[in-house]
C-alpha cells in the first residue's frame, strides 16, 4: 500500500478516507433519507448561522486589504533569493481556473436572469430588477470569494516556503499551537477538516459542471438530460482529471489551465462583438459603480424582515460557504504556485485581478441574456427556471453559428472542470501525505476516486440541493479555523518584522529581524 500511495499521514488519510466512504455508502443506499438529512442540515445553518458567514467573510476582505497594505507587505513568500517559479501570466490562469473554474460558466447566465426575475426584493422582470440582478451577481463572485483564498493561501505560502513547514493547513496555526500542538490531535483534526472541506467543496463544482456538460450535450447533440447520463459524465472526466493531476502542476495543470483560459477568451470576445455590445460595456461600468457604492449593504444584509424568505440563504450564505470549502484547496493550490511572490503581490494579485476578470465574464454573458428578455426573445427566463444548467446554451442559441460556439463551450466546460478537479486532487494529496509537494501518483488516483464518486453520490440523493447542502455543512467550521490562521500569521509577521523604533526601517528582503542601522526615512529622501 505504502509503495502505491507512497509516504503518507495514516491518521489523516485513515480518518479521511473512512469519512468519505462513510457518506458514499450511505447516499448509495439510501438516498431519498441522505437528501432529507441535507435539506435538514441545510435549514438549520442558514437559519441559525447565516448572519455569521456574512460577518466573517466580510471581515476577511478587511483583513487580506490590511495586510497588502502594511508593513508586512514586504515579506517575501519564500527564502530572501527565492524567484517566483512561474510567469505572471501563468500564474494568473492557474489561480483564475483554480479558483472560479465551472461555477464561473454555469452562474454566468443563470444566475443574473435568476434574480431578474425573482429578485432579492421588489418587483422581478422589470428594468429595476435587472439593474439588482447584475449587482448581486458581482458581489457573489467579487472580492468576497477571493478575499477567502487570499487569507488561507497566504499563510499557506509563508509557513511553507519561509518557515519550512509542511503544506498543511495545520502549520499554519504553528503560532498558536506550537509544535506539538500542531503534531497532536487538533493539528491532524485540523487537516482532517481541510481534506472533508476540500472533497465536498470541489464535488458541487464536479456535480455542477457535469449537468451543464449534460445540458450542452443535450442542446448541441440531442444527448439524453439525465441523472444517468450526468453519472457517466463524472465518470470519464474524473479519469481525465486523475490524468492531469498525475502528470504534475507544471505539466498537466498548468497546460490545461492556460488551454482554458484561451477558449474563455475566444467565447468572452465572441459574444462581446457578436451580442449588444453597446448594452454589455454600459452594463459593466453601471455594475461597477452599483457594486462599490453599494457593497458594504450588501455584504451584511441577511434579510431580516422577511422580504424574500429563503434567498439571502439560497444565494448569499451558499455562495460565502461554497468558496470557504473551497479555501483550503485553492488557497493550498494557489500558495503552491506563488512561491517568491511578496505578501502584497500575492494578496493583490490574488484579490483584485481575478475580480476584474470575473466582472467581466459576468457583464458580457448575463447582460446578453438580460438585454434579449429585456426585449422580449430568447427563452433565457424559462430555460433558467426549468434547468439551470441549460441557460448558457440557451444563450448560445440566439447567436450565430450556435453549434460551433456551444461545442467551444463544451470543452471549455470541460477543460474548466478538469483543472478545478485537478487542482483539489493535488491538495488532497499534499494534504493526507504531510505536506509533500509531490505526492506519489496513487494518493492522486486515490482521491480522485474518491471526489468522483461524492459527486456521484451527492447528485443521486438530491440533485443541486444535496450539492448546496454539502458545501454549507462542511464550510462552517473551518470558517473558525480560518480565523485563527488570520490570527496566528498576524502573530508570525509580527515576530519577522516587530515594530521599528521611531524613525528605523527594517529590511525584509536581507535580515528580517534586524533594523538596517543608522538609515532614517530622512536620511533616505536625502
Not at 455569521?52 to 502594511?70: E, K, L
Not at 444535496?466 to 508570525?492: R, Y
Request: charged share 10%; glycine share 10%.
Amino acid at each position: 500500500m505504502n509503495s502505491f500511495l507512497g509516504k503518507i499521514d495514516k491518521a489523516i488519510f485513515g480518518i479521511s478516507v473512512v469519512v468519505c466512504a462513510i457518506f458514499v455508502l450511505w447516499g448509495a443506499i439510501i438516498p431519498e433519507k441522505a437528501g432529507q438529512t441535507f435539506s435538514t442540515w441545510q435549514a438549520f445553518f442558514t437559519d441559525n448561522f447565516g448572519w455569521t458567514y456574512m460577518i466573517v467573510v466580510a471581515a476577511f476582505i478587511v483583513f487580506a486589504v490590511w495586510i497588502a497594505c502594511s508593513k508586512y507587505g514586504k515579506i517575501k513568500l519564500g527564502k530572501d533569493d527565492d524567484k517566483p517559479e512561474y510567469s505572471t501570466w501563468a500564474w494568473f490562469a492557474m489561480l483564475f481556473s483554480a479558483g472560479m473554474g465551472i461555477g464561473l460558466v454555469f452562474y454566468s447566465v443563470a444566475e443574473p436572469i435568476y434574480h431578474f426575475t425573482a429578485p432579492p426584493f421588489g418587483e422581478g422582470s422589470t428594468i429595476e430588477s435587472a439593474g439588482v440582478a447584475m449587482r448581486y451577481t458581482f458581489l457573489h463572485w467579487g472580492l468576497h470569494p477571493w478575499a477567502i483564498y487570499a487569507v488561507v493561501g497566504l499563510p499557506l505560502a509563508y509557513f511553507q516556503f519561509r518557515k519550512g513547514l509542511p503544506g498543511l493547513i495545520s502549520s499554519c496555526l504553528h503560532p498558536i499551537l506550537g509544535d506539538d500542538g500542531i503534531k497532536g490531535p487538533i493539528g491532524k483534526g485540523v487537516d482532517v477538516l481541510a481534506v472533508f472541506a476540500t472533497v465536498f467543496g470541489v464535488a458541487t463544482s464536479l456535480g455542477l459542471g457535469a449537468m451543464q456538460i449534460n445540458s450542452g450535450l443535450n442542446y448541441v447533440y440531442g444527448v439524453v438530460n439525465s441523472t444517468s447520463v450526468t453519472m457517466m459524465i463524472i465518470g470519464i472526466v474524473t479519469v481525465l482529471f486523475i490524468i492531469s493531476a498525475v502528470t504534475g502542476i507544471s505539466r498537466g495543470i498548468k497546460y490545461l489551465s492556460t488551454m482554458n483560459m484561451y477558449l474563455a477568451f475566444f467565447l468572452l470576445l465572441f459574444t462581446l462583438f457578436l451580442g449588444p455590445t453597446k448594452f454589455i460595456l454600459n452594463t459593466f461600468t453601471d455594475t461597477i459603480g452599483a457594486y462599490l457604492q453599494n457593497l458594504i449593504q450588501m455584504s451584511f444584509w441577511t434579510d431580516p424582515h422577511g422580504t424574500n424568505p429563503g434567498w439571502t440563504g439560497g444565494w448569499t450564505i451558499f455562495y460565502w460557504a461554497w468558496w470557504i470549502a473551497w479555501g483550503p484547496f485553492v488557497g493550498g493550490f494557489i500558495a503552491r504556485i506563488s512561491k517568491g511572490r511578496t505578501v502584497k503581490e500575492f494578496v493583490l494579485g490574488t484579490l483584485f485581478v481575478p475580480v476584474l476578470l470575473s466582472f467581466i465574464w459576468m457583464s458580457v454573458f448575463g447582460a446578453t441574456g438580460l438585454n434579449l428578455e429585456l426585449a422580449g426573445i430568447g427563452g433565457i427566463a424559462e430555460a433558467v427556471s426549468a434547468d439551470m444548467s441549460t441557460a448558457l446554451f440557451a444563450l448560445f442559441a440566439n447567436l450565430p453559428l450556435t453549434a460551433i460556439i456551444s461545442t467551444v463551450g463544451i470543452l471549455m466546460i470541460a477543460t474548466f472542470f478538469i483543472t478545478s478537479a485537478d487542482s483539489a486532487t493535488f491538495v488532497c494529496s499534499m494534504f493526507t501525505s504531510g505536506g509533500n509537494l509531490e505526492p506519489k501518483t496513487g494518493l492522486k488516483v486515490c482521491w480522485g476516486v474518491i471526489e468522483g464518486a461524492v459527486a456521484a453520490v451527492l447528485l443521486f440523493a438530491g440533485g443541486l440541493g444535496a450539492l448546496q447542502t454539502a458545501s454549507i455543512v462542511a464550510a462552517f467550521p473551518f470558517m473558525i479555523v480560518i480565523i485563527f490562521m488570520m490570527v496566528a500569521t498576524v502573530k508570525a509577521f509580527q515576530k519577522e518584522l516587530p515594530s521599528a523604533p521611531a524613525g528605523v526601517e527594517y529590511d525584509v528582503q536581507s535580515k528580517t529581524d534586524a533594523p538596517l542601522a543608522h538609515v532614517t526615512m530622512a536620511e533616505k529622501i536625502k
